[in-house]
């Protein structure tokens, strides 16, 4: 009984490992929330891409255009498609019944998103939709197996389907094995379940759509936490006042032990 009990404890990890060995998962920049035309470009991005099925609850068009510094008539005009005020929260129209119905599971709210799971998931998530002909809608994803949502960025990427390629073997200390009679030969091997877009089916190319993918990410980071973005500014003002305070105390320091030496 104990052996099979400490059988089960160790299968556990193994089995967790193993869902999530199948992808290389990748960020390649910290989220930036500085980065005014990243954040403006990742809600274009929401608003056209993601809005009509996940609402953002928590997040109110107004505030929101004005910690990305959008002018609140280009937002009405450009950002708000439902003909909603821009006080009000940027929700849709969908219920989770509906939703439910469509999709086999109703589409979550976003704001938090990056917060409950990670930017990274979320960034990998976007990027490892691929064809799959036994899905409902043709699709299924790395990062969320058998997932109910279609892949609505494919215009963006293009078509990305499952293939074997040739990848440079790993060595066991973790770089590119090479060829011990050529050094400058990199020993490879071919690997399958790789992810490959076929060329020219995508408005972006490959740069082009990790930069439309990390900006969403970006937006969707600033969304969970929407007064980090205000933290980081008053931050530095209040650094700035404990400097000047620092230099006038030091003063004062000295002009109180001036008599005493
Ligand atoms: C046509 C409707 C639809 C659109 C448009 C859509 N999604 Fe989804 N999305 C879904 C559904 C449905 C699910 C739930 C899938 C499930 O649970 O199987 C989902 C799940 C997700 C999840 C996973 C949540 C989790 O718990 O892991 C993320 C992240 C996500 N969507 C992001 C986006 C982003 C970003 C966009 C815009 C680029 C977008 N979605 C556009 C329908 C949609």
């Not at 199948?22 to 990742?42: A, C, H, R, T, Y």
């Not at 917060?115 to 790395?142: A, Q």
């Not at 094995?177 to 990199?186: A, E």
Request: with cysteine.
């Amino acid at each position: 009984m104990r052996k099979l009990l400490l059988t089960a404890l160790l299968c556990v990890p193994s089995a967790l490992w193993a869902a999530s060995a199948d992808i290389d998962w990748q960020m390649p920049v910290q989220p930036d929330l500085e980065n005014l035309p990243s954040l403006q470009n990742g809600m274009r991005l929401y608003v056209n891409y993601c809005l009509g099925c996940h609402a953002l609850g928590y997040q109110r068009y107004e505030r929101t255009a004005d910690d990305l510094g959008i002018p609140h008539d280009v937002a009405l005009d450009n950002l708000v498609f439902t003909g909603q005020k821009i006080g009000e929260l940027m929700s849709n129209a969908m219920s989770l019944d509906m939703g439910k119905k469509w999709f086999g599971a109703a589409p979550p709210d976003l704001t938090m998103i990056t917060r409950y799971k990670s930017p990274e998931y979320v960034y990998n998530y976007l990027k490892t939709f691929y064809v799959d002909d036994n899905r409902p809608f043709g699709v299924n994803n790395k990062a969320f197996p058998n997932v109910g949502m279609p892949n609505v960025l494919a215009d963006l990427q293009g078509i990305q389907r499952e293939a074997c390629v040739q990848k440079p073997k790993i060595a066991a200390n973790g770089g590119e094995m090479r060829d011990p009679l050529d050094p400058s030969k990199t020993i490879t091997e071919e690997k399958c379940g790789e992810l490959v877009v076929d060329e020219g089916t995508g408005l972006y190319d490959a740069e082009q759509f990790d930069a439309a993918v990390y900006d969403l990410t970006n937006f969707l980071y600033y969304t969970g936490e929407p007064s980090r973005l205000e933290r980081h500014r008053i931050g530095i003002y209040v650094l700035l006042f404990l400097v000047f305070l620092g230099c006038f105390t030091y003063l004062l320091n000295r002009e109180y032990w001036k008599d005493v030496h």
